[in-house]
Every structure is written in structure tokens, then in C-alpha cells.
């Protein structure tokens, strides 16, 4: 069992906690992950780690509640435990060498981009974010992302807070303008990470995406997180949670993936209305 020290609400569909995990904790690295289950009857689910203090034993994660275990992670409160905590799974991301890096995430993404951009911060790179939502109430890690980037951009879509637009538009004006990067980092929902994949294109920079698509085991046996990359024109299966979660973004087939990502919403939310009506009645 692990322990939730704490527990914080980021915007109305958002949560961060704090997981007692002093043998993750200790060897997490920025891109790696955790799977979860938060009762024994409970679905094994992905989440990235969004930060660990290893002289605390904690890892941070942070949760979008859209599905019936995040509601059910989120009725948890500060001292409960969920039961199962693995990790860290996946492989790192990878940082030598890279002087310049641009890390552009979406929505709840912008949780896995952040300890990316701390980490390169550290590092001593110089890190431009930029952070798009779909309107002010939405914004998360704002101060997070200030304090490790040299240069910051936030969007909203409606315009109600920072700049009005999508994260393809300072991109796309960066670019333009002849600014140069070792690499571009994106996070966030698969067409906003195909849309930047393409902005980058005519520039030859290099593009990582990091893939989160549905995922049973965490070992690669169960096949369910399978994602097909174009390499030198032959197709090429690859597991995101033991070969990712970070891909070249040039390679990935993005409309399957989105294709996959939709077979089971219609499931998702029948279980999910299940479980907020057992809430409801409680």
C-alpha cells in the first residue's frame, strides 16, 4: 500500500499528489512513468511521473479525472492509500548534448512537460516552453514552467489569459524568424503533438513526442500500447511503454494512433458515469 501525502486541486479537472514511494522515488528520471491501481479490484493506468523527491521518498503525479479510476484516485484524500504504485517504467528522456531545447506542451501534457524543462533547466540548457490551454480556468504549472525557462509562451484558445491562439503559432513565428533549436519536446493531445511534428518539418529540427496510448501491463507483453513508426519506409511496431514513451515524431503514425485512442471512449464513459453515480448514492 501506498501512502497519498499530499493532495492538491490544479483546476476543476486536474489533481496533484504526492505518493510515498521511496524505491520509485529513487531512481525516477524526467519522461518515465508509474501504473497504478488504487484498489485491489482496481484497472492497472499509466500516469507519468511528474516530479520525485528522493530525500522524501515521494513521486508527484498529476491526473486529468476522465475515466472511472482517475474519479475513484481522486475521492482519495491525504493519508488514504492506493495499492499498487510501479515503476519507474519506460525509458528516460534523453537530454545529452542538447544545448537548445523547445518544449511545447498541451493541456494536462504540460504535467509530463514540466520536470522535462526543470530537468534541461538544470542542466543548463536553454529551455523556451511553451504551454497551451483552452482557456484561463485550465492553466496549470504556470510559475513551474517561469522559473526553469529561459524564454516562456503561453497560449489559451479563446484568448482569455496569456496570448490568444495555439502552440503552433509562437512555434510557427520562432521558426520563421530563423531561431534555432537542438531539439522540439511536445506533450499533449495527439493532434496537437501532429500539428507541431508538421510545423517543425520544413525546418529539419528534431521532434520527440511523447506517446501515452492505452497501456495494460507496463511490460510490453500485453501489446495494448503498440504504435506503428514509418523508418526508412517500412512500418515498425514498437511498445510505448517498454520503447517510449518518447518517439521520433517524424516516425509515428499519428492517425492511427488517434484512430486507436478512440475505441473505447464509448466504454470509458459508461464506466465512469457507473462510478460517479456510486459516488452520487454513497
Known sequence: MYRIVTKKELNPTVTQMEIEAPL?????KPGQFIILRVDENGERIPLTIAGADKNNGTVKIIFQIVGSTTEKLNHKNEGEFIQDFLGPLGVATHTDGIKRVC???GGVGCAIAMPIAHEFH???ADVTSIVGFRNKDLVILEDEFKACSTTMHLMTDDGSYGRHGNVCVPLNEMLESGEKFDMIITIGPLIMMKFVVE???PYNVPVTVSMNPIMIDGTGMCGGCRLTLNQDGKKVTKFACVDGPDFNGYEVDFDEAMSRGRMYV???????EETCNLFRNA
Open 24 to 28: 520509485v522515488a529513487n531512481k525516477a
Open 103 to 105: 518544449i511545447v506542451g
Open 122 to 124: 538544470k542542466l543548463g
Open 199 to 201: 510545423a517543425a518539418r
Open 266 to 272: 464509448d466504454f470509458e464513459r459508461h464506466a465512469y
